[in-house]
């Protein structure tokens, strides 16, 4: 069954550093997400993606991020000067289509940020 | 606004024992779709039921069952006999054109 891949699995940064988080999304799928789940809270939608540009995003998606696809099957968030409060795990999700489809999730990336 | 409410913050059970978890959500759309996902503590989450605004009739799904009530805007999810690896945080979800807003959880632990 296909599903939806990230890397890493664990990412450890210092303060200030950029990163980048990889997902491999569901290869027929058009529409991409990214989530963010600060400890023990709930997930919150950061930013959806098609036809390469943003869709929607939220207030937490500021200036600091940005997301990429930069080929035919990643689809990339990027952090660009890490703050503390970064410190979450990021879900990826992907979908056929917007609206009516089920959104599978990856594994997720825990980011740490010390 | 699209608002997802899950007011239990943690409900513990013995094995074998029934649980309701109670999902309230709040939306102007006529067409809208909710969601239950699992997060075990491994940190995944796992898709476990969809349903559409326009489809009341209850499912079942092994232990599994889902009371959706338009009326009152309530999408509940019973595990029946429950088990040690039904231990999770299970998560209520609104889509809203392709935006999932998420409920804030609700703690499920089932000791032998």
């Known amino acids: 069954e296909p599903e939806v891949t990230q890397t890493p699995s664990h990412q450890v940064t210092q303060m200030g550093q950029e990163v980048i988080l990889r997902c491999v999304p569901i290869?027929?799928?058009?529409?991409f997400y990214w989530y963010r789940q600060i400890l023990g809270q709930k997930v919150e939608f950061l930013v959806s993606f098609y036809n390469n540009e943003i869709s929607e995003k939220s207030e937490i998606f500021d200036d600091q991020f940005s997301v990429e696809r930069p080929d035919g099957s990643n689809f990339t968030l990027k952090i660009r000067s890490t703050k503390l409060e970064d410190s979450a795990m990021y879900f990826c999700a992907s979908t056929v289509t917007k609206g009516t489809d089920t959104q599978y999730f990856g594994p997720g990336t825990r980011l740490t940020v010390l | 606004a699209q608002k997802v409410t899950q007011a239990q913050t943690e409900i513990s059970v013995v094995e074998k024992e029934d649980v309701t978890l109670d999902c309230v959500y709040e939306?102007?759309?006529?067409?809208?779709?909710l969601f239950w996902y699992k997060q075990p503590p491994s940190g995944e989450l796992v898709f476990l039921i969809r349903?559409?605004?326009?489809?009341?009739q209850n499912e079942i799904s092994g232990r599994y069952s889902w009371n959706f009530q338009k009326s009152t805007s309530s999408f509940n999810f019973t595990i029946t006999a429950s088990q040690v690896v039904d231990s999770a945080v299970y998560f209520c979800?609104?889509?809203?054109?392709?935006?999932?807003?998420f409920g804030a959880g609700t703690q499920v632990v089932v000791t032998p």
């Open positions: 290869s027929n799928h058009l529409y």
């Open positions: 979800a609104l889509d809203s054109w392709g935006k999932l807003q």
């Open positions: 349903r559409n605004s326009f489809d009341e």
């Open positions: 939306t102007r759309d006529t067409t809208y779709y």
